[in-house]
């Protein structure tokens, strides 16, 4: 089989091919709203990482679907990164992954069909790494390669996390560091640098398992993975659920290289998802350079987890993640809500 560049057929990649967040509202405008149901403890006006249903025994099912264009060449691997990336909602939750189900969308006529069963074998290995099954799916015949899961997952209630419910004066906390949208844009330019080839992707295969671990921890008052709105975008709902603002220092926001970035946005690799998460999210960030903009609303794909930690057991929770593997330092703080702002960058 010849060498095959997946990022050659998809008009964006991973979660920068998300609907821009003012786009989706007028989508989901249109949608009259349904019945209500009293176990739905989750839903779509929560603009929450998933669905969470009450079983009525203390626990509940989580639900959620991710899926997306190739954001690497290689299959397997794209498989892996949209598998962890979709698995991930669940963790977000503080939830413990059952099972995955295959979302797979094929150009017949232009990629071999043993190329998809690549991304497959990818999309089961993180499955395996999950400790789920990938237990079925749907294909259809498609223009551009997709692929991604639908997840059910389970939760005690007590430990469930949501985007709301941060506290003003809780430390915030990122547990990848991002960058991931600036270089994967360079590799779709051809500009990415041989020895930057490895920096997105170990990054996007690492499953989000200190998720289901810090569900169990009452210190973290709100918790959601960073995706594809970027860094402002999704502390920006975090805020806007919680009812309070948030100050964030730039020079403590993890970042997968800085002197790398910089290089790259020099070079113009900006996805243009960052630009759709400005305008969506802009008018409620109060920041004072251009730099600060591309790095923070920069979309990510398998990003880390954000969360809202009590002031008081910070330290705990830095130990805590230390013990998972994760090495994480405050990157700011809930502030009480700003009349002008939700989120302002020093």
Known sequence: MSEIRLT??????????????????????????????????????????????????????ISTTDFFMPIVDDPLTFGRIAATNAISDVYAMGGTPLLAIAILGWPINLLAPEVAGLVVEGGRQACADAGIPLAGGHSIDCPEPIFG??????????????????????????????????????????????????????????????????????????????????????????????????????????????????????????????????DSYGAHVKLHNERAKWLLADPQTSGGLLCAVAPDQATNFRAFCADHGHVVAPLGEIIPRQADYLVAVD
């Open 8 to 61: 050659e057929y998809s008009h964006g990649a991973g979660c920068g091919c998300k609907i821009a967040p003012a786009v989706l509202d007028t989508i989901l405008a249109q949608t009259a709203p349904g019945p209500h149901f009293p176990s739905l403890l989750v839903g779509n006006g929560e603009r929450d990482d998933a669905a969470v249903y009450d079983l009525g025994d203390g626990t509940a099912i």
């Open 149 to 278: 899961l639908a997840v059910n997952g389970r939760i005690d209630l007590a430990h469930l996390k949501k985007n709301g419910g941060a506290h003003v004066g809780d430390i915030l906390f990122l547990t990848k560091p991002i960058g991931v949208g600036i270089l994967s844009t360079a590799q779709k330019q051809k500009k990415l640098r041989a020895a930057d080839a490895h920096l997105a992707t170990e990054q996007m295969v690492r499953l989000n398992k200190i998720g289901a671990a810090l569900g169990t921890r009452e210190y973290v008052h709100a918790m959601t993975d960073v995706t594809g709105f970027g860094l402002l975008g999704h502390l920006t709902e975090m805020c806007r659920a919680s009812a309070a603002s948030a100050l964030v220092r730039l020079s403590d926001v993890p970042l997968i290289d800085a002197d790398i970035l910089d290089y790259y946005l020099a070079e113009g690799c900006i996805p243009g998802g960052t630009k759709r998460n400005w």
